[in-house]
């Protein structure tokens, strides 16, 4: 199956889990990583002015949570106990939660994987060729992931296939908006000077794709091994980045 690119699209927005990168890295790996090392990491760096502020919008997080009725784990002291911390930050990652605190310090646990060398990011192998092939028709490439920008750097810069970032434009995370709200994606575009029309988001979930066209963003459903079924029959779909045609 192959999809034909619009002339006038100028920029390639990418998902990462489920597109560029298989489910299992981020589940199987990335969750499980965090996990086990958070009480670590937050005892040794819980006094750094940026996990400081991690903990600030976790505490604003957590308020909204016992307001919304979800009965998350006692916050205790001022501030937080690291015990208390541990408990909560484990709970909103057994609701595979997308809160903004979590993500900023998941990323920050996992930047220590990478550097350590304990963290190696897989990619589909038609990633790298695909990411050349559009610089070099002067597509911009950027990435929308509800992992954190510092996140979503990391694993780019530390893939199977070597360093990446250099193809790769800009990244956006949840602090732009959800991406399932077609205000996400108008930001996006107007951040980064493009009308939406000439924006393509290849993502593996539909409702994402659904907000991303309510925008007025060009789609594409991509299929990858171990992916959640997705109805396919709304939107052009794709295997891998070789069957988007070259334009």
Known sequence: MTVSL???IHVILLDVEGTTTHLDFVCKVLFPFARAHLREFLAEQGGSEQVR?????LCHQHAEDKTGGLDPPPLLG????LDSMVRYVNWLMDRDSKATGLKSLQGKIWELGYQRGELLAHVFPDVPVALMRWRDRQKEVCIFSSGS?????????????GDLTSYIGEYFDTNIGNK??????KRIAEELQ???GSVVFISDTTEELDAAQQAGVETILCIRPGNRSQPMDRYSVIHIFD????V
């Open 243 to 246: 069957e988007i045609l070259r």
């Open 53 to 57: 502020k991690d903990f600030a919008v």
């Open 78 to 81: 001022s501030p937080a106990e």
């Open 180 to 185: 399932r709200s077609p205000q996400s994606y």
């Open 194 to 196: 493009h009308r939406p």
């Open 6 to 8: 619009k002339a006038d």
């Open 149 to 161: 920008v510092l996140a979503q750097k990391q694993l780019f810069a530390h893939t199977v296939a």
